[in-house]
Every structure is written in C-alpha cells, then in structure tokens.
C-alpha cells in the first residue's frame, strides 16, 4: 500500500538526522531473526550468532519483540532528543514508557503472532515496570556482544551518511535529499510518499517536522515510527551499507607501512582487528604468545587505538575510528585540514 505523510513549511524546517543506537540494536536483531540473513550482513551475523545463543539472547525478551517482519514496538526506539544519543540515554527513556504503551506495543505482537504472545514477554506484558529494567539489561547485554565492538565502524558510516544529505540539502534543496532516501520514498511537494507499507503512516497529533535516521541494518526496506507526541521517524538505508562488513582493501600495504611507526607485531595486530577478536584469537592468527599479544593491544589501546569489549567470558578487541582510519585516511571522517566534520552541521568543522 501506499501512504503519505503530510508537511507544512514548519514540518519541512524541522525536519533533522540523528544517529540511534537502539535504531541499530532494532535492525541488527530484524536482520538475525530470518532464515536467512541478508547477504550485506552475513560476515557479521557469523561473528555474533554464536555469542548470542551463548548467552541465550537470542531466546530472550528483546529477541521476542523483535520478528523478521511486522510490527516493531515503538517504545524500544525513542525519539532522540539530539542528533548523537547514547545508549544510556535511548535505554534511559525505555526504561521510563508507560505501562499502557508497553501493553499496547506487545497487543500488536500478539495479534500479528495468531493472538498469544511469547511465553518469554508475558511478565513483561503483566508488570511493565518490573521488567523494564530487566529488558534494558539485556539490551545492554546484546549491544556488548553484537555491536559495541563494530560501533566504530558503523558510527562512521551512518555519520558519513548524515554529512552527505546535509550537504545534499543545502546544495540541492530538502526535496533532492527526500527523493534519494530510497526508492519507496518520494516528496511531491506537500506530502512524503512511503510505497509498499503494511500500515499507514499519517501525522495524526504527531510532532512536528521528520525525524531521519540513517541504519545499516534496515536495508532492504524503511522503517517508520508514528507515536504522537513524537515527531514522524523514518529509517533508511545508509549510502555504503551494503559493503559496510567488506575487508579494507589495501590493508596488508598499509599494514607493512604502518610497521615501521608501530613496529611489525603491533601493525599486523591492528590489521588482524579487520573483525574483532579475543586474545586467544589473534595469538592463533599471528603466532605470537597470549602474553605478547594482551600487551601490544594494551599499548594499542592506550594509544586509542584499539577499544575492549566484554563478551561473555572473554574480551573482544575492536578497532575505534582512529585506528579504522590507518587502513582508510579517505573515509576517516577528516577534511583534508585534519579538522573533524560534525554531521549535523551542515559543511563547518566540529568543535571538539
């Protein structure tokens, strides 16, 4: 079906982007869920599946709420209140919904589901405010393990994203950057057209202006998200997405380059982070010892390098940004002065 969202010239001045962890916690659980994970994301699924069915996140709450199509309940992506929200900050405003929309958003679980919930959610649909902070917990939990080590990488590109609309935007006006969303989604010059929508999508006592948030995960589709008082949110594919998990090329060259300011051990450590590892991992991988390798990632790490992530009963090493844009000074997120963009600034270097 077809739906449209209505503007007014106040709607369209403040419409605005955020980057949402819980966006990406949302999408990242909708792209596991299927038979098959969509082929932009399967390097990754690989890497967290087994985490997960460790831990027994994929049976639990979030896990529940969460099917490969449908409805996605709406208090699990609060609005952002800036262009940047935390995760403490999105799980804060979890943690505080109502027990009515709780309730409400888990009706629509039921009844897309043959009218029963999961066992796994009724404590949750019976005492909202008992197990909120239980759900939170375990979406702190899932985060640790499936994307708090790829953030540095996902956060890249979905800022990236932001800078390139907002750029688009100024140089070729609001309606150039509505119509390259996504195929589904066009501006006709008083409405936001959404195709092949299960549900409408009207502004009702919504909020004014659109809330556009960028994900890697929702390809192939948009998500939307209608709760008044909120403005409209909608969730489109990042530019890249799609080779968002693809090896650096390049990265054995900058690796031997990289060797002689880090040393060849620390260099090749560093490149090995293409995918984040254990310990154990990167001593099989390079043939170095336990020992030697927990002490260059400690180096590395003081260095901000490299970031630690708890997972389960061993540590994961991740890249972080900085250490991303070794591999790749073209998609650091630098202008050629060395100054950081702020993507929800339109062309000026951030303040730092």
Do not use: K
Not at 63 to 89: I, K, Q, R, W, Y
Not at 192 to 212: E, S
Not at 298 to 322: E, F, P
Request: charged letters at 20%; one cysteine or more.
């Amino acid at each position: 079906m077809r739906t449209a969202l209505h503007f007014s010239a106040n709607d369209v001045a403040l419409t605005r982007f955020a980057v949402s962890p819980m966006q990406e916690v949302v999408g990242g659980l909708r792209a596991l869920a299927g038979a098959a994970v969509p082929e932009p994301h399967r390097r990754w699924a690989e890497q967290v599946r087994g985490r997960l069915a460790t831990t027994g996140l994929d049976r639990g709450r979030l896990a529940g709420m969460v099917p490969h199509t449908g409805h996605l309940p709406d208090f699990l992506n609060p609005a952002p209140a800036g262009s940047s929200p935390t995760l403490a900050e999105e799980l804060t405003a979890i943690a505080a919904t109502g027990a009515a929309q709780v309730r409400a958003d888990l009706d629509v679980l039921a009844a897309e589901a043959g009218g029963r919930l999961p066992p796994v959610l009724e404590p949750l649909y019976r005492d909202p405010a008992a197990q909120l902070p239980r759900l939170t917990a375990e979406i702190e939990a899932y985060w640790q393990l499936a994307l708090a080590p790829y953030w540095a990488r996902i956060r890249t590109l979905l800022e990236a994203d932001v800078f390139h609309r907002s750029r688009q935007a100024a140089a070729q006006g609001t309606a150039r950057m509505l119509d390259d969303l996504h195929e589904t989604v066009r501006w006709d010059g008083t409405a936001l057209l959404l195709d092949r929508r299960h549900c409408a999508v009207t502004r009702l006592n919504a909020g004014a202006g659109l809330l556009l948030l960028p994900s890697a995960f929702v390809w192939p589709r948009v998500l939307t998200r209608v709760l008044p008082p909120d403005p409209p949110q909608l969730s489109y594919p990042a530019r890249g997405a799609a080779t968002l998990w693809e090896s650096r090329p390049g990265t054995a060259e900058r690796s031997d380059a990289l060797a002689a300011v880090l040393g060849r051990s620390r260099a090749r450590l560093l490149a090995e982070l293409d995918s984040p590892a254990s310990t154990t991992e990167l001593a099989r991988r390079t043939g170095l010892s336990a020992a030697g390798v927990s002490q260059h990632l400690t180096a590395l790490r003081a260095a901000g390098l490299t970031s630690a992530h708890r997972a389960g009963h061993s540590v994961l090493y991740a890249r972080t940004a900085v250490g991303d844009a070794l591999f790749d000074p073209a998609d650091s997120g630098f202008d050629r002065t060395g100054e950081a963009f702020d993507p929800a600034v339109t062309g000026g270097p951030a303040a730092r």
